[in-house]
């Protein structure tokens, strides 16, 4: 959703830095990137981090023992999400909290810019660039000229935020619990359909924890094969590579980076709105993880990196694939079963089958069935009863065109994950 706030510190305001042109439109030359990249280094102190964490940033919190941190969830109002606020970015406090979509099955953040800055710095048509500046800086959050897109959802119920990479500390949670060191941030100022379309959407924008990396891209860039994680010192023209914001926090020694999350509430009275109308805040997200914690799960190691795509490290960071192999699904009215990758996703609001061609499987799937969920040489189960309400409504996909299962929100409302990013490993209870 694109709104304006009025009362903001005016244009004439803002703090303006590195004057120095792009070359054409929005394209850099070799040289401006490089300036670019070296201006904003200059205030990046390097610092120590955990495993699995983006290193060389500093400025945000230290996670001494895993720390809860308080979101909401709405039951189909008009959608059924988990949100978590954020409530300021760089030195600046938001004057409304930024709902956004808590994301097991995406990386990186991304937020409306219309939440964070004045009309006349940004609109729907993009930012607003003063001739011969290169970057703004407004109140410790430092805008590039990099444009780039994230698009989120399946084949033919997706859409794609359009904005410019700019770098800042994230403080979020209901309380605000944590801030991160700086940070990539894609601040959208323009929602767009699959068929091109302007989309105004209940939530802001996109709070991605997965252990994966994925791109932000500059229009006609084409995805780079080897990880390039976005950086002061790594940005260029072409866009570059997000990963979990909560790799951009400290830990502390016997503390492993990485989250908990489950056991959420879905409030139906809870409506998606900056001012949280009729919600409650939960502590269901934990970060930072203990190994007592993790015993208490099944799980099993990553594949890090993927086999194809994102390999290699940067910044101290591996970028791992988010689906696990060898897990089984089974139908109670049939009996019938098939073999999947599955994604534990947080930000869809339904289930959603990758059947593959020729399984002996029901076309669909009758209300009050029961499909169970299993993994190959684990204890883990899952099973939940289908019905045409979210968050059970359960849709089978071609696996030509979605090659995954897709287990979305309803199974964090009464079970639990974990990724440690330092180890590598996913697991559920």
Not at 379 to 392: G, M, T
Request: hydrophobic share 35%; aromatic share 8%.
């Amino acid at each position: 959703m694109k709104r304006t706030t009025p009362g903001r510190t005016p244009f004439l305001a803002l703090i303006l830095s590195l004057g120095l042109a792009w070359a054409g439109s929005g394209t850099a030359n070799a040289g401006t990137e490089t300036s670019t990249q070296a201006a904003l280094a200059e205030s990046v102190p390097a610092v120590q981090h955990a495993p699995g964490t983006v290193q060389g940033v500093s400025g945000g919190s230290t996670v001494t023992t895993p720390t809860a941190v308080t979101i909401y969830g709405t039951l189909g109002h008009p959608v059924s999400k988990l949100i978590i606020p954020v409530v300021a970015l760089g030195s600046q406090n938001l004057p409304t909290p930024s709902p956004l979509v808590l994301d097991t099955g995406s990386s990186g953040m991304v937020i409306d810019a219309q939440d964070v800055f004045p009309a006349d710095v940004v609109s729907t048509d993009g930012f607003v660039f003063p001739p011969g500046q290169n970057t703004l800086t407004y109140h410790g959050i430092t805008i590039t000229k990099v444009q780039a897109s994230k698009t989120y959802g399946v084949v033919g119920n997706a859409h794609t935020d359009y904005g410019n990479i700019g770098f800042a500390t994230v403080k979020f949670g209901g309380h605000g619990e944590l801030t991160t060191n700086l940070m990539p941030v894609l601040f959208s100022y323009k929602t767009l359909d699959g068929n091109g379309r302007p989309l105004h959407l209940a939530w802001h924008g996109t709070f991605g924890i997965d252990p994966a990396a994925s791109a932000a891209l500059a229009p006609g860039a084409a995805p780079s094969r080897s990880l390039n994680i976005c950086s002061p010192q790594s940005i260029n023209a072409n866009g570059c590579d997000f990963v979990s914001v909560l790799r951009y926090l400290n830990y502390a020694a016997g503390v492993n980076a990485g989250f908990s999350l489950g056991n959420a509430a879905l409030d139906p009275n809870c409506a998606i709105t900056a001012t949280m109308t009729g919600c409650s805040f939960h502590p269901a997200l934990t970060v930072g993880l203990s190994e007592t914690d993790e015993q208490a799960y099944a799980s099993i190691p990553l594949i890090c990196p993927p086999p194809r795509g994102m390999t290699g490290s940067d910044h101290g960071v591996t970028a791992c694939v988010p689906n696990v192999a060898g897990f089984t699904i089974r139908d109670s009215d049939s009996g019938a079963s098939f073999k999947t990758k599955v994604i534990f996703d947080s930000g869809t609001p339904i289930m959603r089958f990758s059947v593959p061609p020729g399984a002996a499987f029901p076309q669909s799937l009758a209300d009050g069935s029961t499909e169970t969920l299993t993994l190959a040489d684990s204890p883990f189960s899952y099973s939940y009863r289908v019905e045409e309400a979210q968050p059970s409504v359960t849709r089978l996909s071609d696996r030509a065109k979605s090659p995954r299962t897709i287990i979305g929100i309803g199974f964090f409302t009464d079970h639990r994950m974990f990724i440690d990013f330092s180890s590598n490993r996913e697991g559920w209870k």
